[in-house]
């Protein structure tokens, strides 16, 4: 039987993406090869200080998105949130972030790195951890390359996937299935070729049932119930 086809949509700057990363590991451990997960981006905050002025002008602007995003934060104990998030060196964009780990999942299509060491997923948790929890401006090239580096990965072959513009061409693929399955929230799975989809903070159990369906109904043989 194929894998269930999961395509996975999120914003790296999105603070439910961070707190869902930990559903996606349990997915991935309970499942296994009998689902496959297409990461994909969606740019919430590809303006974010413009964004959050506008959005939280009445509400406290920054500080106030700050104080939210904690106390969202307070309510999952496998997170940590730094206290001054969005109140520090607050990234410009989120699409810069984007750019550079397509760039990253390019080596592991091209075979530049192990494909099986998930430099791609490993990157991804970096940015966020490092934004979430040490309040680096992850948007910064100077950052972004800070990051690959600990991770042991070869920085000029991903500034040529970005020279080249193949990673842009990759974020412009994203940006075209944003805007076929209208996607908008952080972050949003979609199944069974965009005939289900979950968005924002949906709960494990949420997620598996739709995934559990999937596998004993697989599509054209769904059960009238």
């Not at 961070?18 to 919430?44: C, G, N």
């Not at 104990?77 to 060196?89: L, N």
């Not at 989120?94 to 075979?111: P, W």
Request: charged letters at 25%.
């Amino acid at each position: 039987m194929q894998p269930i086809h999961i395509s996975y949509f999120s914003d790296v700057l999105c603070v439910w993406a961070y707190i869902a990363q930990i559903r996606l590991d349990e997915l991935k451990t309970t499942f296994q090869d009998k689902i496959a997960i297409d990461y994909h981006f969606v740019s919430v905050f590809g303006n974010a200080h413009e964004k959050l002025e506008k959005n939280w002008r009445d509400k406290g602007s920054l500080k106030g998105y700050s104080d939210h995003v904690q106390n969202v934060a307070k309510k999952f104990e496998h997170i940590t949130v730094h206290p001054d998030i969005w109140m520090g060196a607050i990234p410009s964009s989120s699409m810069s972030c984007h750019l550079f780990l397509h760039a990253i999942q390019l080596l592991e299509i091209k075979g530049i790195v192990e494909p099986h060491d998930k430099v791609f997923e490993k990157a991804t948790w970096a940015f966020r951890e490092a934004f979430f929890t040490k309040l680096a401006n992850v948007s910064d090239r100077t950052v972004q390359f800070a990051i690959a580096e600990k991770l042991g990965l070869p920085v000029s072959m991903i500034q040529k996937q970005i020279d080249r513009g193949e990673a842009y061409a990759q974020l412009a693929k994203d940006f075209d299935l944003v805007k076929e399955h209208t996607v908008s929230v952080s972050p949003t799975l979609i199944f069974n070729e965009g005939r289900q989809r979950l968005n924002g903070n949906v709960g494990y159990r949420v997620i598996e049932a739709n995934i559990q369906e999937l596998l004993h109904n697989p599509p054209g043989e769904q059960s009238w119930c």
